[in-house]
C-alpha cells in the first residue's frame, strides 16, 4: 500500500466526530429508504388500483411496477450530480440538498389525487414525483457513505461505513412497519399515510445532518489545490473500467433485492400465498435481523478483506433462485419469513455491506465521489425495472423465470467480483499494522 493511498484514506485512528458521522449519515440513509422503499410497498400492493385501474391486476401491476423503474432510472442523473458536487464543494451540502428534495417529493406523494379522481394527470403526477425522489436518492449514497468512509479509522472503514448501509434495513423496517399499520385504515388512507408521515423524518434527519462536520479527505484535497475542474469526465475517462465492474456489482445486490423484495411482494399478493399483512410481517422480521447483519458483514470485511465475502454471497445468490420460489410457494407463513429473511439478509445484506467501504476503495480521493456514485446508481436502472421485467418472465415462464432472472443476478455478481482488484488484502491490513505502530511510536518524540 502506498503513502499515497494511505493519505487518501483519511487519518489512521480516525477522527473524533467518526462516530457521530457514521450516526449523521446513517440516520440520512434512514429517512432516504423509508422514502424510496415506501414506494415500492406502495406499487406492489396499492398504486396498480389508485393509479393505473383495469380488469387485469397483473397489467394494473406492470404499469405501476414501470413507474417505479422510472425512479430508478433517473437516480444515474442524480449519482452524477450529487457526485460532481460532492468532488467540487464538499460531501456534506450534498447531503443536506439530497434529504430535502427526498422530503418534499415523498410527503407530495401523500396528496396526490387518484385515476378516479383526475383521470389520466394521476399517473403522470405520480411518474413526475418519483422521477424527483430518483434524483434525490441518486445524490445521497455517495455523499453519506464516503462522509462516513473517510471519517473512519482505516481497521474500521466496513464497521463505520456498515452503520450507513445499515440504515437501508431500518428505513425498510420502518417503512413496512408503517404500512403494516396503515393497512386497516379506509381507502386511500391506507397508502397516504406513510409518505404523509416521513416529513417527520425529513425534520430529524435535517437537524442531526446540519451538525455533521465536512470530510477531513475533501478538506485536504481542496486545501492542496486539487479538485478537479470536472471529476465525472477524468473518472470515466481514467476508471471507466472500475466503473462497470462497479455496476456488476452492484446488479447482484440491487437488482436481486428487485426480485427477492420488491416483486415477492406482489407475486405472494397476487397469487395468493400470504395476505398483505403476513407479507409485510415477514419484510419486517427480515429488516429487523438485516439492522445488525449488514453491520457484522461489513465488519466482516475489515477481518478477511472486501472480495472473499462478495465472491460467496453472489454464489449463494446465483443457486437460491429456484430454493427462493419453491419456498415461496408452500403458502406457509414461516417457510415464506425463512424464504424472506435468507433472501434479504444474505444476497441484499451482504453484499450491500461489503459495498460500503470497497467502492470508495477504488478511486482515487479526487474522483471518489463522482466515480462511486455512478457505479452505485448506474445499475440502479437495472433494478428499477426488474420487477416489471420479473412480472413479463412469470407471464411468460411462470415462476422459474423470476426464479432464473435472481440467479442469473447473482452469477453477474460473481463475476464482477473475480475481476474486480481487492482494496484490503492481508498485506494492506499488516502494512497498516506497521505504520500505525511506527506513527505512536514517533508521537512521544514529536
Given at each position: 500500500?502506498?503513502?499515497?493511498?494511505?493519505?487518501?484514506?483519511?487519518?489512521?485512528?480516525?477522527?473524533?466526530?467518526?462516530?457521530?458521522?457514521?450516526?449523521?449519515?446513517?440516520?440520512?440513509?434512514?429517512?432516504?429508504?423509508?422514502?424510496?422503499?415506501?414506494?415500492?410497498?406502495?406499487?406492489?400492493?396499492?398504486?396498480?388500483?389508485?393509479?393505473?385501474?383495469?380488469?387485469?391486476?397483473?397489467?394494473?401491476?406492470?404499469?405501476?411496477?414501470?413507474?417505479?423503474?422510472?425512479?430508478?432510472?433517473?437516480?444515474?442523473?442524480?449519482?452524477?450530480?450529487?457526485?460532481?458536487?460532492?468532488?467540487?464543494?464538499?460531501?456534506?451540502?450534498?447531503?443536506?440538498?439530497?434529504?430535502?428534495?427526498?422530503?418534499?417529493?415523498?410527503?407530495?406523494?401523500?396528496?396526490?389525487?387518484?385515476?378516479?379522481?383526475?383521470?389520466?394527470?394521476?399517473?403522470?403526477?405520480?411518474?413526475?414525483?418519483?422521477?424527483?425522489?430518483?434524483?434525490?436518492?441518486?445524490?445521497?449514497?455517495?455523499?453519506?457513505?464516503?462522509?462516513?468512509?473517510?471519517?473512519?479509522?482505516?481497521?474500521?472503514?466496513?464497521?463505520?461505513?456498515?452503520?450507513?448501509?445499515?440504515?437501508?434495513?431500518?428505513?425498510?423496517?420502518?417503512?413496512?412497519?408503517?404500512?403494516?399499520?396503515?393497512?386497516?385504515?379506509?381507502?386511500?388512507?391506507?397508502?397516504?399515510?406513510?409518505?404523509?408521515?416521513?416529513?417527520?423524518?425529513?425534520?430529524?434527519?435535517?437537524?442531526?445532518?446540519?451538525?455533521?462536520?465536512?470530510?477531513?479527505?475533501?478538506?485536504?484535497?481542496?486545501?492542496?489545490?486539487?479538485?478537479?475542474?470536472?471529476?465525472?469526465?477524468?473518472?470515466?475517462?481514467?476508471?471507466?473500467?472500475?466503473?462497470?465492474?462497479?455496476?456488476?456489482?452492484?446488479?447482484?445486490e440491487t437488482a436481486a433485492y428487485a426480485v427477492s423484495v420488491t416483486y415477492m411482494i406482489s407475486y405472494l399478493?397476487?397469487?395468493?400465498?400470504?395476505?398483505?399483512?403476513?407479507?409485510?410481517?415477514?419484510?419486517?422480521?427480515?429488516?429487523?435481523?438485516?439492522?445488525?447483519?449488514?453491520?457484522?458483514?461489513?465488519?466482516?470485511?475489515?477481518?478477511?478483506?472486501?472480495?472473499?465475502?462478495?465472491?460467496?454471497?453472489?454464489?449463494?445468490?446465483?443457486?437460491?433462485?429456484?430454493?427462493?420460489?419453491?419456498?415461496?410457494?408452500?403458502?406457509?407463513?414461516?417457510?415464506?419469513?425463512?424464504?424472506?429473511?435468507?433472501?434479504?439478509?444474505?444476497?441484499?445484506?451482504?453484499?450491500?455491506?461489503?459495498?460500503?467501504?470497497?467502492?470508495?476503495?477504488?478511486?482515487?480521493?479526487?474522483?471518489?465521489?463522482?466515480?462511486?456514485?455512478?457505479?452505485?446508481?448506474?445499475?440502479?436502472?437495472?433494478?428499477?425495472?426488474?420487477?416489471?421485467?420479473?412480472?413479463?418472465?412469470?407471464?411468460?415462464?411462470?415462476?422459474?423465470?423470476?426464479?432464473?432472472?435472481?440467479?442469473?443476478?447473482?452469477?453477474?455478481?460473481?463475476?464482477?467480483?473475480?475481476?474486480?482488484?481487492?482494496?484490503?488484502?492481508?498485506?494492506?491490513?499488516?502494512?497498516?499494522?506497521?505504520?500505525?505502530?511506527?506513527?505512536?511510536?514517533?508521537?512521544?518524540?514529536?
Amino acid at each position: 500500500m502506498s503513502s499515497e493511498a494511505l493519505r487518501q484514506r483519511g487519518a489512521p485512528d480516525g477522527t473524533p466526530e467518526a462516530k457521530r458521522v457514521a450516526v449523521g449519515s446513517s440516520i440520512g440513509a434512514v429517512i432516504e429508504t423509508y422514502d424510496f422503499i415506501g414506494f415500492g410497498t406502495a406499487a406492489a400492493l396499492y398504486f396498480g388500483t389508485a393509479f393505473f385501474p383495469g380488469e387485469d391486476p397483473v397489467i394494473g401491476a406492470l404499469a405501476s411496477f414501470a413507474t417505479l423503474g422510472v425512479g430508478f432510472l433517473a437516480r444515474p442523473l442524480g449519482g452524477i450530480v450529487g457526485g460532481h458536487l460532492g468532488d467540487k464543494v464538499g460531501r456534506k451540502p450534498v447531503l443536506v440538498m439530497s434529504l430535502i428534495i427526498m422530503g418534499l417529493a415523498t410527503f407530495a406523494i401523500g396528496l396526490l389525487p387518484t385515476y378516479q379522481t383526475v383521470g389520466l394527470l394521476a399517473p403522470v403526477l405520480l411518474v413526475v414525483v418519483r422521477i424527483v425522489q430518483g434524483l434525490a436518492f441518486g445524490a445521497e449514497w455517495g455523499g453519506a457513505i464516503l462522509m462516513s468512509y473517510e471519517h473512519a479509522p482505516w481497521k474500521k472503514k466496513g464497521q463505520y461505513t456498515g452503520m450507513v448501509q445499515a440504515g437501508f434495513p431500518i428505513g425498510l423496517l420502518l417503512a413496512n412497519l408503517v404500512f403494516l399499520f396503515s393497512v386497516h385504515l379506509p381507502g386511500s388512507w391506507a397508502w397516504r399515510l406513510p409518505f404523509l408521515a416521513s416529513i417527520i423524518l425529513v425534520a430529524v434527519g435535517l437537524i442531526i445532518r446540519s451538525k455533521v462536520p465536512e470530510s477531513p479527505v475533501f478538506e485536504e484535497t481542496k486545501s492542496s489545490n486539487a479538485l478537479l475542474t470536472s471529476p465525472i469526465r477524468v473518472v470515466i475517462r481514467d476508471d471507466w473500467r472500475t466503473i462497470l465492474r462497479g455496476i456488476g456489482l452492484r446488479v447482484a445486490e440491487t437488482a436481486a433485492y428487485a426480485v427477492s423484495v420488491t416483486y415477492m411482494i406482489s407475486y405472494l399478493h397476487t397469487e395468493g400465498l400470504a395476505t398483505n399483512q403476513e407479507t409485510l410481517t415477514a419484510l419486517c422480521i427480515a429488516a429487523g435481523i438485516g439492522i445488525l447483519a449488514t453491520f457484522l458483514w461489513a465488519s466482516l470485511t475489515d477481518r478477511i478483506g472486501r472480495k472473499p465475502v462478495y465472491i460467496g454471497v453472489c454464489a449463494f445468490t446465483a443457486l437460491f433462485g429456484i430454493p427462493m420460489f419453491l419456498m415461496a410457494n408452500t403458502g406457509l407463513f414461516p417457510v415464506i419469513v425463512i424464504t424472506v429473511v435468507l433472501a434479504y439478509n444474505i444476497s441484499q445484506n451482504a453484499l450491500a455491506g461489503v459495498q460500503g467501504p470497497w467502492f470508495p476503495e477504488l478511486f482515487n480521493a479526487e474522483t471518489r465521489s463522482s466515480g462511486a456514485s455512478l457505479a452505485y446508481q448506474i445499475s440502479a436502472m437495472v433494478s428499477g425495472f426488474t420487477p416489471f421485467l420479473t412480472t413479463l418472465l412469470y407471464i411468460w415462464l411462470n415462476w422459474v423465470g423470476p426464479a432464473l432472472l435472481f440467479s442469473l443476478y447473482g452469477l453477474i455478481g460473481l463475476i464482477a467480483a473475480a475481476v474486480t482488484r481487492e482494496t484490503w488484502t492481508r498485506k494492506d491490513r499488516e502494512a497498516t499494522d506497521r505504520y500505525i505502530a511506527e506513527l505512536e511510536h514517533e508521537a512521544p518524540a514529536g
